[in-house]
């Protein structure tokens, strides 16, 4: 029962704290590419607009084993940050689910922000509002998509397995999470405890879209 507690909690606490980490980054970067536009005689700047929106949209599709690679080889010891002696420990995880979440925040803050800006933003302007007034009210009104960029990317992080299974390297009391031990329980046979580890992560992911399901509901009511 303690080793099921500690294996929730460390679940918990690497998804939640990349997922923080992910919003405070990908949030302003998200608003900042949806309210961008670039109108006139500079195709060149178009075309980087086109390819850095692409890029994120790319991005958001990263497969886990790849994003884990790439960290390990960043943390190990003959890596350039090999110095840090973070490789197989939850911050090693913790980057790991922080590289895949934040092109998801990025990307859906982005289209929510960019779906409403224009009408939002002329009528804002027109009623002689600042740029900076004019932003945060962008904001509110993109607050669910945003929640909804928040809560995708918690799913993501929470269900991952194949990236911090490598960087993490699933050490019992240590590195394990919900994931990393169905894995391994599964190859000794240990289905029931398989099976129960299991039953946790399906009931945080259940609370997860519940919770964006109320969200939503209360934001299409409000409107």
């Not at 919003?23 to 536009?37: Q, V």
């Not at 979440?101 to 804002?124: L, W, Y």
């Not at 992080?157 to 994931?179: D, F, K, P, Q, Y």
């Amino acid at each position: 029962m303690d080793e099921i507690l500690n294996i929730t909690l460390l679940s918990l606490r690497v998804s939640g704290t990349s997922v923080i980490i992910g919003a405070l980054i990908g949030i302003p970067i998200g608003t900042y590419l949806g309210m961008k536009e670039f109108r006139g005689k500079f195709a060149f700047i178009r075309f980087f607009n086109i390819m850095v929106k692409s890029i994120v949209n790319t991005f958001m599709g990263l497969p886990p084993v790849v994003v884990g690679l790439v960290v390990y080889l960043a943390l190990a010891p003959t890596g350039p940050f090999g110095w840090l002696n973070l490789l197989y420990t939850p911050s090693a995880m913790i980057i790991t689910q922080l590289i895949e979440v934040i092109p998801i925040i990025i990307g859906i803050t982005m289209s929510s922000v960019s779906s409403i800006e224009k009408t939002i933003k002329e009528r804002a302007l027109s009623l002689g509002a600042s740029q900076l007034q004019t932003m945060f009210l962008i904001l509110r009104e993109a607050k669910i998509g945003i929640l909804t960029a928040i809560i995708t990317a918690f799913g993501a992080a929470i269900s991952e397995v194949g990236g911090i299974i490598i960087t993490g390297g699933n050490i019992r009391w240590l590195t394990r999470t919900l994931t990393t031990a169905i894995v391994v329980e599964t190859e000794l046979g240990n289905f029931s405890m398989a099976l129960t580890l299991g039953a946790i992560l399906l009931t945080i992911a259940f609370i997860i879209n519940l919770s964006l399901t109320i969200i939503q509901l209360r934001g299409m009511k409000s409107k």
